[in-house]
């Protein structure tokens, strides 16, 4: 795998590098290596300085800020095929948060010097890395609106919605969640058992069905996500949280298991 000619065909691969010249991508290859990391590992800390770009080949990472005392907020959950710390890198600061793999994982780090040589020679690499950024910032923006002013359910129809928008399965489309329970529950900003009412709630309301890892959004969800439509079904206290208590009494349809 950390073979020139592997590297380089991985390297290919990645959206930022499409298109490359073969030199170019060789340049970059003898700058990167692959990494093999256990379930735990950490892929850097808080506070360290940026110096490679990360692009994960298998597994999952979670980026994530923690206080003094113990405390965890996950901020992004790391599938393959994305890349991790492209501000930081190009930015000049160093880390605030940290990346931990929650699985065994397949990373590839890419110089940063590298990368700028292959930018001062192909101006189409600096144009996407603008673009990479700026979603990147708009999705946490959306993420701090969501954790700020919505509900518990509203958190949860709008994540399925950005899943949804990438499997294209029309009308009814159906996410996969690539992740356990506790771990999308700290990425939504609540404790596990929330994360259930809120999916029963939705499933009792009409609006998903829930088989395992498999969500099947309805096309009421889909085509009315933006509405009051949908709103007025799912609009609940946030916290107090009338919507858990009727939830768990509601004898309607059930939740299949989901760890």
Request: glycine fraction near 8%; aromatic fraction near 6%; proline fraction near 5%.
């Amino acid at each position: 795998m950390n073979g020139i000619g592997d590297i380089a065909a991985k390297l290919a691969d990645i959206p930022l590098f499409e298109g490359l010249a073969p030199d170019l991508l060789a340049d970059l290859a003898r700058a990167s290596h692959v990494a093999r990391l256990p379930k735990g590992a950490l892929l850097y800390s808080a506070g360290e300085q940026a110096r490679v770009l990360f692009h994960v080949l298998s597994g999952q990472l979670k980026v994530a800020v923690s206080s003094s005392d113990g405390g965890e907020k996950v901020i992004d959950v790391v599938a393959p095929g994305h890349n991790i710390g492209m501000a930081e890198l190009f930015g000049g600061v160093p880390y605030v948060s940290f990346a931990e793999t929650v699985a065994p994982s397949l990373v590839l780090h890419i110089s940063r010097e590298a990368i700028l040589r292959v930018v001062d020679r192909d101006p189409r690499i600096s144009r996407r890395l603008l673009r990479a950024i700026g979603e990147r910032q708009s999705a946490l923006e959306r993420d701090i609106a969501s954790s700020s002013f919505k509900s518990g359910c509203r958190r949860v129809v709008d994540y399925l919605l950005r899943q949804a928008e990438t499997c294209g399965d029309g009308p009814d489309a159906t996410v996969e969640l690539g992740m356990p329970k506790h771990l999308l529950a700290a990425r939504l900003g609540f404790t596990p058992e929330t994360l259930s009412r809120a999916f029963r709630y939705l499933s009792e309301a009409g609006l998903i069905s829930v088989r395992g890892k498999q969500v099947k959004l309805s096309p009421k969800l889909m085509h009315t996500a933006d509405n009051d439509e949908v709103d007025s079904v799912i609009r609940q206290p946030a916290a107090g949280d009338a919507w858990r208590d009727r939830a768990v009494r509601a004898g309607g349809s059930r939740v299949a298991a989901w760890a």
